[in-house]
Each structure stands twice: as structure tokens, then as C-alpha cells.
């Protein structure tokens, strides 16, 4: 139990467009899920925090009208890159919580979306 | 805000050897202390976690460790597999946010 899918796994799009990822817990209730961003050989970054219904709390220096997050139900939430630009090309990877749930402390990851914007 | 330092950024181990991976953390109100295994392409997977009131837990191969006091975990691998190789993150947690460490490249050779 406990899958967190992400589609699509890649995307390449041109300069200018904007590419939407979404995020699915598959069997669990997720009131709260994360974006992370990761560059290669480095750690995860923490973008966002949604909780299901309400506005997203993002993190210092990342730009929320550039990355818009809705988290509209339990069990999906979608990160829009909008205006993408090469430097925003990376690895996207969501997560989900249940707090209400026996495992609320578990942090459950998608597989991620690769980004390449031309 | 919560800082998490981990070491070594690369191990190289022998089949059937052991494999340690160490992180510390700066703020003492930190409880939860999950471990995740990457590989390549794909999302974090957790293997082990501690909350702050244990000090150790093993799950087969795979043992955490952590000293509250000197603000420290541990992840121990026991009887090292090639399909060990992955990049290992840790973190540590409080009031539902997570801090990553680095990553550890783990290399098991055969």
C-alpha cells in the first residue's frame, strides 16, 4: 500500500510553455503533500507544501506565480511549471502524508518527473 | 531553521561487508529521523525510520541508530548486495517538515 504515482515521468517542452505534473496518492488519503525539485547528485529541495483545500505554503526564494500548486483533492495534487525556462529543468518529485492515519509520520515519494525545457 | 549534515557523500564497499552512513542535525526539537534509498531516475524510498524516543531499530539488514544527545543517526547495512547501490538520504523531521541530508553514494562491488 502507500503509492504515490506522478505523471508524466518526463517531459521536454520549449522555452515559454507551461508543463503541468500531477501527483496521485493511489490507495491512502493525502492531506498533505510536497513538492521537492532535485538537481542531479544533489539533495531534495523542499518547493511546497499543500494541504488538501487550502493555499499552498511555499518555501523561501521559490516563486509561487512561477510554480502554481493545487491541491484540489484528497488524492491529487498538480505542480504547473508556468513560463519554463532551461534553468527550471530538473527532477520534480512529490510526496504525500496521512497524518490521521497509523503511518501519518511516513512521508510517501513519487517516482518523479524529469523536466527538460529547450 | 533545521540543518542536516551527512557522511561520507561516496562509500565503496565489498560484497558482504558492512556499510555505515552518518548524519548529525542542529535543532534538538527534530523527532522523527527517516532514512530513504534513490535509485537512479527514480523517487526517494523509505527503509528504515526512528522516532526520537528510540535509540535503535533493525529491520533484517538494516539497523538506525540515534544519540539524542549529541544529535546524531546512524544507518548501519549489514552483508552488503550489489543491489544495495543506490544513493542513500537522510532526514530529520519537526512540525511536519523534513530536512534532507546530501546523499551517500553507495557502491557495493562484487
Known amino acids: 500500500g502507500a503509492v504515490v504515482s506522478q505523471h508524466p515521468s518526463w517531459v521536454i517542452c520549449k522555452s515559454g510553455t507551461s508543463v503541468k505534473i500531477e501527483c496521485r496518492s493511489l490507495d491512502f488519503q493525502a492531506t498533505t503533500m510536497f513538492w521537492y525539485r532535485q538537481f542531479p547528485k544533489q539533495s531534495l529541495m523542499l518547493m511546497a507544501t499543500s494541504n488538501e483545500g487550502s493555499k499552498a505554503t511555499y518555501e523561501q526564494g521559490v516563486e509561487k506565480d512561477k510554480f502554481l500548486i493545487n491541491h484540489a483533492s484528497l488524492t491529487l495534487s498538480t505542480l504547473t511549471v508556468t513560463s519554463a525556462h532551461p534553468e527550471d529543468s530538473s527532477f520534480y518529485i512529490c510526496s504525500a502524508r496521512d497524518p490521521s492515519s497509523g503511518r501519518g509520520s511516513e512521508q510517501f515519494f513519487g517516482p518523479g518527473t524529469r523536466l527538460t525545457v529547450l | 531553521g533545521e540543518n542536516v549534515e551527512q557522511h561520507p557523500s561516496t562509500l565503496s564497499v565489498q560484497e558482504g561487508d558492512s556499510a555505515v552512513i552518518k548524519c548529525t542535525y542542529s535543532?534538538?526539537?527534530?523527532?522523527?529521523f527517516p532514512w530513504y534509498k534513490q535509485e537512479l531516475g527514480k523517487g526517494p524510498q523509505l527503509i528504515i525510520d526512528i522516532r526520537s524516543n528510540v535509540g535503535e531499530k533493525k529491520d533484517q539488514r538494516i539497523a538506525v541508530t540515534l544519540n539524542k544527545t549529541a544529535k546524531h543517526f546512524s544507518l548501519h547495512i549489514t552483508e552488503t548486495q550489489p543491489e544495495d547501490s543506490a544513493v542513500y538520504f537522510c532526514a530529520a523531521r519537526y512540525a511536519g517538515k523534513s530536512t534532507f541530508g546530501d546523499g551517500t553514494t553507495l557502491t557495493v562491488k562484487p
Open positions: 535543532d534538538s526539537a527534530s523527532n522523527y
